[in-house]
Nanobody
């Protein structure tokens, strides 16, 4: 069973940048999908971005397109999320997740989750 560990969160001013990492405890199989979700206080968990491990096809939520970039280092079994032009509404706990199914924006389709890393954007 894989363990996912996120890091890189923190406090940043609006307009700033952060880079989140998600390290997997075991090798990620080619057929897997890796994704980022986020959850703000009092809100449901929402999709941010996802990528196919084998060929790096990706999808993004409309709210982050052009500002966030998902990438992966296959050799290091690590997923990244580059967050640029951060806004107050990006404040949330960010989670990485894994599924062996297909590219999906639904949290219910993902089987494994990290513990999350807090991103706080200040004015």
């Amino acid at each position: 069973q894989v363990q996912l560990v996120e890091s890189g969160g923190g406090l940043v001013q609006a307009g700033g940048s952060l880079r989140l990492s998600c390290a997997a405890s075991v090798g990620i199989s080619s057929g897997y999908i890796m994704a980022w979700f986020r959850q703000a206080p009092g809100k449901e968990r929402e999709f941010v971005a996802a990528t196919t491990w084998i060929d790096n096809r990706y999808m993004y939520a409309d709210s982050v397109k052009g500002r966030f970039t998902i990438s992966r280092d296959k050799a290091a079994n690590t997923l990244y999320l580059q967050l640029n032009s951060l806004r107050l509404e990006d404040t949330a706990v960010y989670y990485c997740a894994q599924t062996g199914r297909s590219l999906s924006t639904s949290p219910s389709q993902y089987d494994y989750w990290g513990q999350g890393t807090q991103v706080t954007v200040s004015s």
